[in-house]
């Protein structure tokens, strides 16, 4: 490994696997960069290994598992959306193989805080409905992606056709069970890519909102990269180059 070589682990968010990291990761690896998308249990290509119970801890379970077997160390660790739950859950537990926690339009959560609680009790009770009326009891469906893609530039059919094809229902556990730390992860340095929210927004929640704390305390950058939430689908290039950048 040359001295300009870093070691990336992505993890993406909800009901997504390894291939909604495509474009990025191509990029990435044609600058000499070692690149590895994940696909989290039950997501993906390991779509089958869903589970009623299948929880967050499994999910960080993967990423440390990952670390550990393909010996990585001085990784930048990236999570998107629900990813950063789970980045930031590996790195609590292996943080001596963690040089950088990237953040993509997301943070890390308090600890003994739930994904699913993250958007407030409203939002949590329409969701949990969903999940016992069409998931089964134990899933929550996708988005419409052609809905929330609509009007947003860089995102053509085939992009929707993509994460239509490359999404699964997202197994519940995984966003109710509470985030647990050791604080551990506070020790490294951290990149935050605002993406639907711009870092003056950002420092007018953090004082009202205890979700966002940890967004403004510590060793944090920050970068903006204004698109949709998924900025992989709608500027992949723009975000390896941050990507890239951040290893400097």
Same mark, same amino acid.
């Given at each position: 490994?040359?001295?300009?070589?870093? +070691?990336?682990? /992505? %993890?993406?968010?909800?009901?997504? *696997?390894?291939?909604?990291?495509? $474009?990025?990761?191509?990029? @990435?690896?044609?600058?000499?960069?070692?690149?590895?998308?994940?696909?989290?249990?039950?997501?993906?290509?390991?779509?089958?290994?869903?589970?009623?119970?299948?929880?967050?801890?499994?999910?960080?379970?993967?990423?440390?598992?990952?670390?550990?077997?393909?010996?990585?160390?001085?990784?930048?660790?990236?999570?998107?959306?629900?990813?950063?739950?789970?980045?930031?859950?590996?790195?609590?537990?292996?943080?001596?193989?963690?040089?950088?926690?990237?953040?993509?339009?997301?943070?890390?959560?308090?600890?003994?805080?739930?994904?699913?609680?993250?958007?407030?009790?409203?939002?949590?009770?329409? +969701?949990?409905? /969903? %999940?016992?009326?069409?998931?089964? *009891?134990?899933?929550?469906?996708? $988005?419409?992606?052609?809905? @929330?893609?609509?009007?947003?530039?860089?995102?053509?059919?085939?992009?929707?056709?993509?994460?239509?094809?490359?999404?699964?229902?997202?197994?519940?556990?995984?966003?109710?069970?509470?985030?647990?730390?050791?604080?551990?992860?506070?020790?490294?340095?951290?990149?935050?890519?605002?993406?639907?929210?711009?870092?003056?927004?950002?420092?007018?929640?953090?004082?009202?909102?205890?979700?966002?704390?940890?967004?403004?305390?510590?060793?944090?950058?920050?970068?903006?990269?204004?698109?949709?939430?998924?900025?992989?689908?709608?500027?992949?290039?723009?975000?390896?180059?941050?990507?890239?950048?951040?290893?400097?």
């Amino acid at each position: 490994m040359t001295n300009n070589t870093t +070691n990336y682990v /992505l %993890v993406p968010g909800f009901w997504l *696997g390894a291939s909604v990291w495509r $474009p990025v990761a191509d990029a @990435l690896s044609e600058r000499g960069h070692v690149v590895h998308a994940v696909d989290l249990s039950g997501m993906g290509e390991r779509a089958h290994l869903a589970s009623p119970e299948t929880d967050l801890t499994t999910h960080i379970d993967d990423v440390v598992h990952l670390l550990e077997q393909q010996n990585l160390h001085d990784v930048v660790l990236v999570g998107h959306s629900y990813g950063a739950l789970v980045t930031t859950g590996a790195a609590d537990r292996v943080p001596e193989r963690v040089a950088r926690l990237v953040y993509i339009d997301s943070g890390p959560l308090p600890d003994g805080m739930a994904q699913a609680d993250f958007e407030g009790p409203e939002a949590r009770a329409a +969701n949990d409905e /969903l %999940v016992m009326t069409q998931g089964q *009891g134990w899933k929550l469906a996708p $988005p419409p992606w052609s809905v @929330l893609a609509a009007d947003v530039a860089g995102v053509d059919d085939t992009a929707v056709a993509a994460l239509v094809e490359g999404s699964q229902p997202q197994p519940w556990l995984t966003a109710t069970q509470p985030v647990a730390l050791t604080g551990a992860w506070e020790r490294l340095p951290r990149t935050g890519v605002l993406c639907s929210f711009s870092l003056e927004q950002l420092q007018q929640m953090a004082p009202h909102a205890p979700v966002f704390a940890h967004m403004v305390d510590g060793d944090w950058t920050y970068v903006e990269l204004p698109t949709w939430h998924w900025p992989m689908i709608s500027r992949p290039a723009e975000l390896a180059m941050v990507l890239d950048s951040v290893s400097r």
